[in-house]
């Protein structure tokens, strides 16, 4: 079979391998769709080591049931499935209270679990091993829009989902960088919460793609932007603030705007920093808010973004390409041409 694999620094290539065999607690899935990441077009320009070489990427991934190995039951041949991204241990104290995100067999506090694509084979190949814990049906759903919930829907809803108790009427929730998972963000706001919804993005074509789902549509450029954002939220501020970008400039505007007691996450790996202070008469933030960096999102989550998924309630705008265009992809999302979510199909 074909699989499109990481072999250094600055280079990704298809390579011919066998059709791998599920073991134990395994399935063999036959790839449908996998979306293709930044976290992926990052490893490809890393000018170090950034996977072992050899490694399928991929971590986005819908497909059908090929094969089983032993001890598996309940996942009948042809049933249509994606994979949850984090392959934790399942038996930590984390992963049995359903927090399988915050694994702790992972070697190290700043490690968090791996999956496919960053540390097993991914799923930018016709066949992929996954774990049969992994898996989630997801029947009568196009391949190419249930490949990207394992990840760019599945990391906003995580966030969402954790503050819905302070999305109550007359709140408001901004979204800082609207790409993929921000438009995911804006149309999962929109489903499952009465808060009122702020986007705001440097690209005119990033703001128009949620123009018609988005309360107030704001331009990052703008120097005002945080009195604008203020001015939307009723002069208080958002409740949730959910950086997708985490760069330096983004952070100052969440803690410039966040509500008291409202929360501010930051999925976003932007490489940025911001002041916290404790001084008596100021601080960089309003009392009582909590900052919260958030990784990838539990089983049960993505259960339920499936659910929205399949009833028509959350989608965005997608750019497919055949599996020997995949590298096309990788150039059109490094070069910035992709306003949704790009992904590649099987024939």
Same mark, same amino acid.
């Given at each position: !079979?074909?699989?499109?694999? =990481?072999?250094?620094?600055?280079?990704?290539?298809?390579?011919?391998?066998?059709?791998?065999?599920?073991?134990?607690?395994?399935? $063999?899935?036959k790839?449908?769709?996998?979306?293709?990441c930044?976290?992926?077009v990052?490893?490809?320009?890393?000018?170090?080591?950034?996977?072992?070489?050899?490694?399928?990427?991929?971590?986005?991934?819908?497909?059908?049931? @090929?094969?089983?190995?032993?001890?598996?039951?309940g996942?009948?041949?042809?049933?249509a499935?994606?994979?949850?991204?984090?392959?934790?241990?399942?038996?930590?104290?984390?992963? *049995?209270? #359903?927090?399988q995100n @915050?694994?702790?067999d992972?070697?190290?506090?700043?490690?968090?679990?791996?999956?496919?694509?960053?540390?097993?084979?991914?799923?930018m190949?016709?066949?992929?091993?996954?774990?049969a814990r992994?898996?989630?049906?997801?029947?009568?759903l196009?391949?190419?829009?249930?490949?990207?919930?394992?990840?760019? @829907?599945l990391?906003p809803?995580?966030?969402?989902r954790?503050?819905l108790?302070? &999305?109550?009427?007359?709140?408001?929730? $901004?979204?800082?960088?609207?790409?993929?998972? #921000?438009?995911?963000?804006?149309?999962?706001?929109?489903?499952?919460?009465?808060?009122?919804?702020?986007?705001v993005? *440097?690209?005119?074509?990033?703001?128009?793609?949620?123009?018609?789902q988005?309360d107030?549509? &704001?331009d990052?450029?703008?120097?005002?932007?945080?009195r604008?954002?203020?001015?939307?939220? #009723?002069? =208080?501020?958002?409740?949730?603030?959910?950086?997708?970008?985490?760069?330096?400039?983004? &952070?100052?505007?969440?803690?410039?705007v966040?509500?008291? =007691?409202?929360t501010?996450r930051?999925p976003?790996?932007?490489?940025?920093?911001?002041?916290f202070?404790?001084?008596?008469?100021?601080?960089?933030?309003?009392?009582?808010?909590?900052?919260n960096?958030?990784?990838?999102g539990t089983?049960?989550?993505?259960?339920?973004?499936?659910?929205?998924?399949?009833?028509?309630?959350i989608?965005?705008?997608?750019?497919?390409y055949?599996?020997?265009? @995949?590298l096309?992809?990788?150039?059109?999302?490094?070069a910035?041409?992709?306003?949704?979510?790009?992904?590649?199909t !099987?024939?």
């Amino acid at each position: !079979m074909k699989a499109l694999k =990481y072999l250094g620094p600055g280079n990704v290539a298809f390579r011919e391998i066998p059709v791998p065999e599920p073991g134990p607690g395994q399935v $063999l899935l036959k790839v449908s769709a996998c979306g293709v990441c930044h976290t992926d077009v990052a490893f490809r320009a890393d000018p170090g080591p950034a996977l072992p070489a050899g490694l399928t990427l991929g971590h986005e991934i819908a497909g059908t049931v @090929a094969a089983t190995g032993e001890g598996v039951n309940g996942l009948e041949e042809g049933t249509a499935v994606v994979v949850h991204t984090v392959w934790s241990c399942g038996r930590c104290r984390q992963c *049995v209270a #359903g927090r399988q995100n @915050a694994c702790l067999d992972t070697g190290g506090r700043q490690k968090p679990a791996h999956g496919p694509g960053t540390r097993y084979d991914g799923g930018m190949a016709e066949y992929v091993v996954t774990p049969a814990r992994s898996l989630i049906p997801a029947p009568r759903l196009d391949p190419a829009a249930a490949a990207v919930l394992p990840d760019a @829907a599945l990391v906003p809803y995580h966030s969402i989902r954790d503050a819905l108790g302070l &999305l109550t009427p007359g709140s408001a929730a $901004l979204v800082i960088g609207i790409g993929g998972l #921000g438009q995911f963000a804006v149309s999962i706001l929109r489903a499952i919460s009465p808060a009122r919804i702020i986007a705001v993005d *440097v690209r005119e074509t990033a703001r128009e793609s949620v123009r018609g789902q988005a309360d107030v549509v &704001l331009d990052g450029t703008d120097d005002d932007v945080a009195r604008h954002v203020l001015e939307a939220a #009723g002069g =208080y501020g958002p409740d949730l603030v959910l950086d997708l970008v985490g760069s330096t400039k983004t &952070l100052q505007l969440a803690t410039s705007v966040v509500a008291p =007691y409202g929360t501010i996450r930051v999925p976003g790996q932007g490489n940025g920093t911001f002041r916290f202070e404790t001084i008596r008469t100021t601080t960089s933030i309003p009392r009582g808010v909590t900052i919260n960096r958030p990784y990838s999102g539990t089983f049960q989550d993505l259960q339920e973004v499936v659910a929205l998924a399949r009833e028509g309630r959350i989608g965005i705008g997608l750019q497919t390409y055949a599996f020997e265009g @995949a590298l096309d992809a990788f150039d059109d999302l490094a070069a910035g041409r992709i306003t949704g979510r790009a992904v590649v199909t !099987m024939n």
